[in-house]
């Protein structure tokens, strides 16, 4: 979506990538505001009629420009740092639909997260309790929070994006919420708003997101009993998008299992996804600099890198690649791993790709807009690449690329 070709030439909405590339130059990330705006559209279709808030979650893609776009759906915001926050802020998002997510809260942040007054902070231990409790005291303020809950629930997703099960660092256990929600209840300083959890990312079915609804919906009615009366429940991210050809559970299928469950129930849903709002709504273009034909192996040495998009060499991630001009003249074809000119073997983006390509042809690596910008590193002493968002009918710069100025100016020689 977002991503078609005119001509023969791939285009991001009307505007052909190859003009994107002449323009901002290579490598550089490309968005489709229409496609960010239709995968925001399918979740409001979704939860129409009920009390609810999407919080995107701001780490997939953190943009000013995205979050400007989102902010202007009037959408929620999903954040883990201070930095998300001040993001957020700048990008005109409202604090009052913010929940500050995250194990490691400093005093700093959640400081910064009181006087914004956000929505909610979300605890993840009782060692935050406390100190939030008495941040809140200091500034004299009531903290409002909501503990997120463990839900053990395997999610069968990769083991580095799972985070519901017992052994993950991620949310308070089961078994202590209730004694957790008890103490925090009886806090001058502390207000309970909700409930959350999220059991983990790219969750191809949506039963095991069911599955933690009902956990948290059961520990919600539990609490209340307790006369413990919360005002949201979050059921978290982790819609999961198709990179190739797996079978994908639509976003209806997810929440129509959880308001099922919250039929006749007051509270507030919340959803925080991020890839699903973002991932298919972005590209990491690329030029081609050489081909390298060998023995056993073929590569195509891109100008974009792991540094630029961590995906394939930290979870063997597989990227759609497609040639930006689908016929091109003297091209070769070939069995192709396309690599980046990073020195580490890990440096991949795809491998095994059937492609026609020579020197100066240009790749779009599909579905990069979530988890791709973001954990983008100067490895190698690398800039980053520029942003442009596609938006009514024009592509606008919406990150310069990096100089390599910059990426020593904070740096100083010893005297
Ligand atoms: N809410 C919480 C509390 C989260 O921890 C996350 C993601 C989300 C929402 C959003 O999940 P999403 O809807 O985007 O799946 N870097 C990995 C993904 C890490 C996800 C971390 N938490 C990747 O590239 O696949």
Redesign the pocket.
Known sequence: MGFDYRSGVLCAEQISLEDIARQFGTPCYVYSRAAIETNFARFAAALAGRTSLIAY?V??NSNLAVLGVMARLGAGF?IVSGGELARVLAAGGNPRKVVF?GVGKSEAEIEQALRAKVLCLNLESEAELGRVDAVAARLGVRAPVAF?VNPDVDAKTHPY?S?GLKDNKFGIAYDDAERLYRDAALRENITLTGIGC?IG??LASAAPFIDAAARILALAERLARAGIELSHIDL????GIRYQNERQAPIAEFLDGALGMLAGRKEMLMV?????IVGDAGVLLTRVEYLKPGESKNFVVVDAAMNDLV?PAL?G?WHEVRQVREMESDAVAGVYDVVGPVCESADFLARERSLAVRPGSLLAVMSAG??GMV?SSNYNTRPRPAEVMVSAGAALLVRERETVDQLFAAERLLP
Do not use: E
Request: cysteine-free; aromatic content about 12%; proline content about 4%.
């Open positions: 979650s780490k997939a999903d997510s997120r994006i985070t999220h990312s790219q978290g991210g982790g819609f925080d996804p991020g890839r699903s995906r979870y991630a979530a988890y954990m």
